[in-house]
């Protein structure tokens, strides 16, 4: 039996991915819902927001740092602006914090690195999925996803 | 234990989870699966059993590399000295 998902069929005339590109890094999963494809959307967000939480929950607010992971940093920031504020968060708060303090906020060796490549994760993960709303039209089907194999399910 | 006590989710790290840092691989390709899985599957196939297929393949190639690096660092290396 096949379900049909009627909220995919219609695209919002206003809707432009130049727009939903800019709208699904401030909010991942909201450009897809933006061009029509609210399912789809509500699941990249739940996606985006496993790994983003996860991964400040792991490696503290040290899992972004501008300043001491600069490199990682550039592929965290295609998560959105989230990735600033947990950034602006560590800096002038967790870092302005006296001595004692300052050093259990500090992430140490794989569970830091963990912390930060979950949510540089996220960001490259974003990335795609803002590639992916350019061949987003609000249709669905088998033209949508050709390479999908029985729903997807081993592509 | 008084690690966990005294941790401060969301402001410091897990410091306490370092000893089992491997396991932390896991939710992050829960993650990464449901990502992907969004975008492939259509909106009305069956993501959550996709996800975890991907999950449950990617942690098997994962556990298969690691046999295969083990036998290679501890059984081979030694028997070329």
């Known amino acids: 039996m096949t379900r049909t998902d009627h909220s995919s069929r219609s695209t919002s005339p206003a809707a432009h991915p130049g727009l939903a590109v800019i709208i699904g890094w401030v909010l991942p999963g909201a450009g897809h819902m933006l061009l029509g494809q609210r399912r789809r959307g509500i699941r990249i967000m739940i996606g985006m927001a496993v790994l983003i939480v996860l991964g400040v929950l792991i490696g503290g607010v040290d899992a972004v740092d501008s300043v001491r992971d600069r490199l990682w940093y550039f592929a965290q920031l295609g998560a959105g602006p989230i990735v600033i504020l947990i950034d602006v968060l560590n800096q002038k708060v967790a870092r302005a914090m006296p001595a004692p303090e300052v050093y259990q906020t500090m992430g140490l060796g794989h569970i830091n690195a963990i912390g930060t490549l979950y949510i540089a994760l996220a960001g490259l993960m974003n990335i795609v999925v803002l590639l992916d709303l350019f061949r987003t039209r609000g249709e669905e089907g088998p033209a949508r996803r050709r390479g999908d194999k029985s729903q997807g399910l081993y592509t | ?81």
């Open chain 2, 1 to 81: 234990m008084s690690m966990l006590l005294a941790w401060i989710p969301f402001l410091e790290p897990m410091h306490f989870m370092q000893p089992l840092w491997y396991l932390l691989s896991v939710p992050l390709l829960i993650g990464i699966a449901m990502v992907h899985k969004a975008l492939r599957v259509p909106q009305s196939g069956t993501w959550l059993r996709a996800s975890s297929i991907m999950t449950a393949q990617a942690l098997l190639g994962l556990i298969a590399l690691t046999l295969v690096l083990a036998a290679v660092v501890y059984g081979i290396v030694p028997s070329l000295h």
